[in-house]
């Protein structure tokens, strides 16, 4: 998938959702190649009467074998707008034309009652949105040139008639869509809903064996399971995402068995944040900085050793650690070439259950937000909002903790949510700041 920039143009890469930007001749050539179907000589005539420059043909066709070996074979253009208004405008370089990314959390009614939710899910709030002002966001979107939807909740299956009258609409529409659930709400009938209306990647939230049971409730963990399998049956895409913590740290490798024994390759483990009711039960979950080390140490050991067969991602927080005890990881610009220290708020929002519009989930779950669609358009907050504005800004900037940190371009300052979490304050140091404790470990 395609799309305009300033600068030039990004792909976003459907399998992996990684996004590739390009200089402006550079992804012009992609549009002469893919979408014109020119020839070589043609292209090459184009370009240089684009850019005053001359391309050899050589050079043109080199070019395309390596786009097409390392991204795709066919590409598509996703977005309404006319892409020349785009092509230009002055970039800001602190953030996209339009959202790359759209997490919805769409409902906060759920089927369970975990007891870390950052959202306190649990009914429906008042108000949330109804299915014709959905497809009238889908549209302001699509406009924008947005790639992706991920529909969350709550449990997004606990209003199924909605999210698939949304998701039917978002496909027509060229989105792709994934989905996060707690799985148990699956069946056949489901699954084939799910995969006709356009969702075949799914999210499914796992926190081990005894662990499971104790944080989402006796009896889940079948539940879970089985719809797990009937995921796998029907060829849905499936990533373990985990928020590890100190209940269920010891269960890691019951977790990483368990995909593996199940057929699911990817697993995403995620930090616990003390919001909704995990601020409730901190002293079940909150690992001390000392704790935190450790478990960085070995998810990075099983991040190597189960490559490629299982692939295990977690929060860039632990970058950090990574970096320090094995600096020659910093020399993988693919991996740790972080220019922005959150994509948040810069290539991904989040819209929540009425309307407002976050940078990503934490932070709409902390009650923080820069507008509301029922009232502004998504583009007069992308561009205007203040809020954004200020989460745009990077945290070395505003302390002196970061600025001064060598590895501040691997770790971006950490997450911002768990800043305001703890300390009301969005640009203050990440309170589990691993350096402090992995170096204060070494001089022991």
Known sequence: ???????????????????????????????????????????????????????????????LNQIKESYATSVRVQRGKKDNEIWNEKWDQQYFSAPINCYWTFTNLCNLRCTHCAWGSDKALPNELDTEQCKRIIDEMFELGVCEISFSGGEPLSRKKQLLEMA???????????????????????????????????????????????????GVWNKTISGIRVLKQKGFDITFAVAINKT????????????????????????????????????????????????????????????????????????????????????IPETFGWNWDCPSGRSRICIMPQGKVAPCPLIGSLGLDGGDLTKTSLLEIWNNSEFFAHIRTNKRNHNEKCELCDLWDKCGGGCKAASYAYYGNLMLPDPLCLLDAYHNNLRR
Do not use: C
């Open 168 to 218: 039917q609409y978002a496909t027509e529409r060229g989105f792709h869509l994934g989905m996060a659930t707690n799985a148990t709400l699956i069946d056949g009938t489901t699954a084939d809903e799910l995969l006709h209306a356009g969702i075949n990647e799914v999210q499914v939230s796992f926190e081990g064996l005894e662990a499971h049971e104790s944080i989402r409730g006796r």
């Open 1 to 63: 998938m395609i799309r305009r920039e300033p600068f030039g143009g990004i792909i976003f890469h459907e399998p992996t959702h990684k996004i590739y930007t390009m200089d402006k001749p550079s992804f012009r050539l992609i549009e002469l190649s893919f979408i014109s179907a020119k020839t070589v000589f043609q292209i090459q005539n184009d370009l240089i009467n684009e850019f005053g420059e001359h391309y050899e043909v050589k050079e043109i066709e080199d070019f």
């Open 248 to 331: 269920n740290f010891r269960e890691l490798d019951i977790i990483i068995n368990t995909a593996r024994a199940e057929g699911v390759r990817y697993i995403r483990f995620v930090r616990f944040v003390p919001i909704g009711r995990g601020k409730q039960n901190m002293s079940l979950f909150e690992f001390t900085p000392e704790e935190e080390i450790k478990l960085a140490k070995i998810l990075w050991q099983k991040r190597w050793e189960l490559f490629p067969e299982t692939v295990i991602t977690f929060n860039k927080h632990y970058v950090s650690i990574g970096v320090a005890a094995n600096p020659e990881l910093g020399a």
